[in-house]
């Protein structure tokens, strides 16, 4: 086919030409109103959804809230947990009220595994709280020093002719003194002379009892270098002129009875004796040889 044959297929009158033009000009027009125009349906509007919406931002910062306010559990000595303190670990009563009964024989547990054995709790429960168990520094005193307490017993037994105990007043004790104890550390060392500046001396080796940390056998390695050789020097409190604030500042005085004592007195006159104060309600009877030489009945 020539090149001329071809070229009378492209030959347009001017009326198809200005057909064509307006074709192109057509399509160009949708083109652009396709890349433009958006034919997506129109989102529902749903009244519930948007208030679901704006509640979640809410909902989202309660819930960070609620995650600070938990309760934080710091380490304790689980030979002293109270009722409240038990409950709120997850113990039921009846496990609380086996390991009041095994403190009130005044012993201690020193492992989780003797807190178990006592309060028979759960394994599942014991995995929970005994990471925040802490015990005494004597307790992993003890343990770390277990390789030793053979050749320590056969030493004992060794110089115990040879080696003379000398008794010492626990009243002029020092810190270096108490640490030569087995079983006490520094910390317990300043405890126990804390706790002798508060009374303003021991008048008894029992008082040791209270000190916080001291298990029975380091109590009786105490009393076996330490006694009571005199009553400390100290400003006894006149029981029946003391006034509120003085009694209250008494270590085996509290608040509520020191009132007590202060009613008894008005009501009855002058106290005369230690037996007069057991009478009063909240005494500590089982402590009344002890806190009756710290006061005056004159």
Request: hydrophobic content about 40%; cysteine-free.
């Given at each position: 086919?020539?090149?001329?044959?071809?070229?009378?297929?492209?030959?347009?009158?001017?009326?198809?030409?200005?057909?064509?033009?307006l074709l192109f000009g057509i399509i160009i027009v949708l083109?652009?109103?396709?890349?433009?125009?958006?034919?997506?349906?129109?989102?529902?509007?749903?009244?519930?959804?948007?208030?679901?919406?704006?509640?979640?931002?809410?909902?989202?910062?309660?819930?960070?809230?609620?995650?600070?306010?938990?309760?934080?559990?710091?380490?304790?000595?689980?030979?002293?947990?109270?009722?409240?303190?038990?409950?709120?670990?997850?113990?039921?009563?009846?496990?609380?009220?086996?390991?009041?009964?095994?403190?009130?024989?005044?012993?201690?547990?020193?492992?989780a595994k003797e807190f178990q054995n006592v309060t028979k709790?759960?394994?599942?429960?014991?995995?929970?709280?005994?990471?925040?168990?802490?015990?005494?520094?004597?307790?992993?005193?003890?343990?770390?020093?277990?390789?030793?307490?053979?050749?320590?017993?056969?030493?004992?037994?060794?110089?115990?002719?040879?080696?003379?105990?000398?008794?010492?007043?626990?009243?002029?004790?020092?810190?270096?003194?108490?640490?030569?104890?087995?079983?006490?550390?520094?910390?317990?060392?300043?405890?126990?002379?804390?706790?002798?500046?508060?009374?303003?001396?021991?008048?008894s080796m029992e008082q040791l009892k209270e000190v916080w940390?001291?298990?029975?056998?380091?109590?009786?390695?105490?009393?076996?270098?330490?006694?009571?050789?005199?009553?400390?020097?100290?400003?006894?409190?006149?029981?029946?002129?003391?006034?509120?604030?003085?009694?209250?500042?008494?270590?085996?005085?509290?608040?509520?009875?020191?009132?007590?004592?202060?009613?008894?007195?008005?009501?009855?006159?002058?106290?005369?004796?230690?037996?007069?104060?057991?009478?009063?309600?909240?005494?500590?009877?089982?402590?009344?040889?002890?806190?009756?030489?710290?006061?005056?009945?004159?």
């Open positions: 086919m020539r090149f001329k044959t071809i070229l009378t297929y492209f030959n347009f009158t001017q009326q198809q030409r200005t057909g064509i033009l083109q652009l109103v396709y890349f433009f125009v958006d034919f997506s349906p129109a989102a529902k509007e749903y009244p519930e959804k948007q208030k679901w919406l704006s509640l979640q931002s809410e909902m989202d910062s309660l819930k960070m809230q609620r995650g600070k306010d938990l309760p934080q559990i710091y380490l304790f000595n689980p030979n002293f947990i109270t009722d409240y303190k038990g409950y709120k670990l997850g113990m039921s009563l009846e496990e609380i009220d086996r390991l009041l009964a095994f403190r009130k024989e005044n012993r201690y547990v020193n492992s709790i759960s394994d599942s429960l014991l995995n929970v709280i005994s990471p925040y168990f802490k015990f005494p520094d004597w307790v992993k005193n003890k343990k770390q020093n277990t390789k030793f307490k053979a050749y320590t017993a056969y030493q004992n037994q060794a110089f115990a002719k040879k080696e003379k105990i000398v008794i010492t007043d626990i009243n002029q004790a020092t810190k270096e003194d108490l640490i030569k104890i087995y079983g006490i550390g520094e910390a317990i060392s300043v405890r126990i002379l804390k706790q002798k500046e508060t009374l303003g001396g021991f008048v940390g001291l298990s029975p056998e380091v109590i009786e390695n105490l009393n076996t270098h330490f006694k009571v050789l005199a009553l400390p020097r100290f400003k006894k409190i006149e029981i029946n002129n003391a006034s509120l604030k003085e009694l209250t500042q008494f270590h085996y005085f509290r608040y509520a009875l020191a009132k007590e004592i202060i009613t008894y007195r008005s009501m009855n006159g002058n106290i005369e004796n230690i037996e007069d104060l057991t009478k009063i309600k909240g005494f500590p009877v089982d402590k009344a040889n002890i806190i009756g030489l710290y006061l005056d009945f004159n």
